[in-house]
């Protein structure tokens, strides 16, 4: 299958700061790519959905200005936590593929987020 | 509005034995896509079979198969021959028609494989 890179795979910082997570496609071009958020034991939840060249679309609920989405090649996407707080601390994971309802999405390792 | 139901958070079963992961889904969209997923400790998620809503025969991926009862809107997952690296948490999830392939996962079942 594909390979999807997520880097850091794992970030502490304190409250009040940035943290920039970036999400690769290796060995495809990817020009939609999804970010999912993970709480302990539960379930992924769709974020956004971030489009190679355009804005980003955020799910309902979801704060664009605190999430901010870039997407400015067809192999990275980058997700921003502006303005960090504790209840920011999660799983943020990315997935990538194909862009129809049969193409299986392949998900980077992921990135455990902990904010003090 | 889809939904993904997955109504057992956890499972046991010894190893070398076959077990069903249970999956309902509810949707209006006639195009649609099922897939499964495990997530061990680390925390990657690893794609393991996908069904297609027009697909006539059950998907099947090695010691995978997913039984797909559309009438019943139901895709459970089959695992035959367990191995104690099966252990892991597995999540049903739907794509939506028209939606860039956005995924919509169930709850999540714990398995334990048992000697």
């Known amino acids: 299958g594909a390979v999807v890179s997520q880097h850091p795979s794992w970030v502490i910082c304190k409250s009040g700061t940035s943290v920039k997570i970036e999400c690769r496609s290796l060995d495809f071009q990817a020009t939609t790519m999804f970010w999912y958020r993970q709480f302990p034991k539960q379930s992924l939840m769709l974020m956004a959905t971030s489009n190679e060249g355009s804005k980003a679309t955020y799910e309902q609920g979801v704060e664009k200005d605190k999430f901010l989405i870039n997407h400015a090649s067809l192999t990275l996407s980058t997700l921003t936590v502006t303005s960090a707080h504790p209840e920011d601390s999660s799983f943020y994971i990315c997935s990538a593929g194909g862009q129809s309802a049969r193409d299986t999405q392949y998900f980077g390792p992921g990135t455990r987020l902990t904010v003090l | 509005a889809q939904k993904i139901t997955q109504t057992q958070p956890g499972m046991f079963v010894q190893e070398k034995e076959a077990v069903t992961l249970d999956c309902t889904y509810d949707?209006?969209?006639?195009?649609?896509?099922l897939f499964w997923y495990k997530q061990p400790s680390s925390g990657e998620m690893i794609f393991l079979i996908y069904q297609g809503s027009y697909d006539q025969q059950n998907a099947t991926e090695g010691r995978y198969s997913l039984n797909f009862q559309k009438a019943r809107k139901s895709a459970n997952l089959v695992i035959s021959a367990s191995q104690l690296g099966d252990s892991s948490m597995y999540f049903c999830?739907?794509?939506?028609?028209?939606?860039?392939?956005?995924?919509?996962f169930g709850t999540g079942t714990q398995l334990k494989v048992e000697l």
């Open positions: 999830a739907m794509s939506r028609r028209g939606g860039g392939n956005k995924l919509t």
């Open positions: 949707t209006s969209d006639p195009s649609y896509g």
